[in-house]
C-alpha cells in the first residue's frame, strides 16, 4: 500500500516569497492533516479536512496561509508571504475514519522549508 | 484546548536497559493516546496506542500506561537496542491530536 506523498521534500525561499506544498493522502483515507514541525518541537495542527471539508483551521494563520483539498482528495498548504518563523518541516497526514481521536494517522516525510 | 507536557526532552540508557517517557495531559475529555517514533527524515510513525477505557496495553517491547484521574501516561520499552534510538512523541486526542515536544532516545550499544 503506497503511503502518504509530499512533494517537495525540500525549499529554501527568500522572505515575503511565496511557496506550496503539496500532498496525496492513502487511498481512502477521509481525513487529512497539515502539522507544522518546528525543529526540536511536536507537530503543531494547522488545518483538518473531512473529505474536501474543513474540519479544524484554528492554529492556521489565515493571513498568510491557506490551504485546499481538491476533490476530497490531494491537497495544497500555501504561504504568502513567507516570514523567518515559518521555517520548518511541513507534515501531512491521513487518517482513515472522519476525526482524529479514532485512530492511526498515517505521516508523509515531510516538506522542509527554509526561509531565509 | 489540550496542552500536553512531555518529559524528559533527552533520555540516554545503555543498550538493553528500560526507558520511560512521561506525559502529562490537561483536557479531561481526551480519550485516545498515541505514541509515536519519528527517526531523522521520516515522518512520526505509530508505535503503540491506549483508549481512555484501558489502564495498560503492551505490545512484546513496548508498553504505555494510563493514569486519567492524574491525567497522566507513560510509555515503557524494555530491553533497549540501538535502533530504538529516536525521538519519540506522545499525543492526546479529543477531536484533534495535541502532541507533546518530544524525547530524543539515545541507546548507547
Known amino acids: 500500500e503506497a503511503g502518504v506523498a509530499q512533494s517537495p521534500r525540500y525549499k529554501i525561499i527568500e522572505k515575503r516569497q511565496s511557496v506550496a506544498f503539496w500532498c496525496n493522502p492513502i487511498?481512502?483515507?477521509?481525513?487529512l492533516y497539515w502539522y507544522q514541525q518546528i525543529l526540536g518541537q511536536g507537530p503543531k495542527l494547522l488545518i483538518q479536512f473531512q473529505n474536501n471539508g474543513v474540519v479544524d483551521d484554528s492554529q492556521l494563520p489565515k493571513d498568510r496561509f491557506s490551504a485546499e483539498r481538491l476533490k476530497g482528495v490531494d491537497s495544497t498548504l500555501k504561504i504568502q508571504p513567507a516570514k523567518l518563523e515559518d521555517s520548518a518541516v511541513y507534515l501531512c497526514?491521513?487518517?482513515?475514519?472522519?476525526?482524529?481521536?479514532?485512530?492511526?494517522?498515517?505521516f508523509g516525510e515531510g516538506s522542509r522549508l527554509t526561509v531565509l | 484546548g489540550e496542552n500536553v507536557e512531555q518529559h524528559p526532552s533527552t533520555l540516554s540508557v545503555q543498550e538493553g536497559d528500560s526507558a520511560v517517557i512521561k506525559c502529562t495531559y490537561s483536557d479531561s475529555a481526551s480519550n485516545y493516546f498515541p505514541w509515536y517514533k519519528q527517526e531523522l527524515g521520516k515522518g512520526p510513525q505509530l508505535i503503540i496506542d491506549i483508549r481512555s477505557n484501558v489502564g495498560e496495553k503492551k505490545d512484546q517491547r513496548i508498553a504505555v500506561t494510563l493514569n486519567k484521574t492524574a491525567k497522566h501516561f507513560s510509555l515503557h520499552i524494555t530491553e533497549t537496542q540501538p535502533e530504538d534510538s529516536a525521538v519519540y512523541f506522545c499525543?492526546?486526542?479529543?477531536?484533534?491530536?495535541?502532541f507533546g515536544a518530544g524525547t530524543r532516545l539515545t541507546v548507547k550499544p
Open positions: 487511498s481512502g483515507h477521509a481525513t
Open positions: 497526514a491521513s487518517s482513515l475514519w472522519g476525526t482524529a481521536n479514532t485512530g492511526e494517522l498515517f
Open positions: 499525543a492526546a486526542s479529543v477531536k484533534d491530536m495535541r
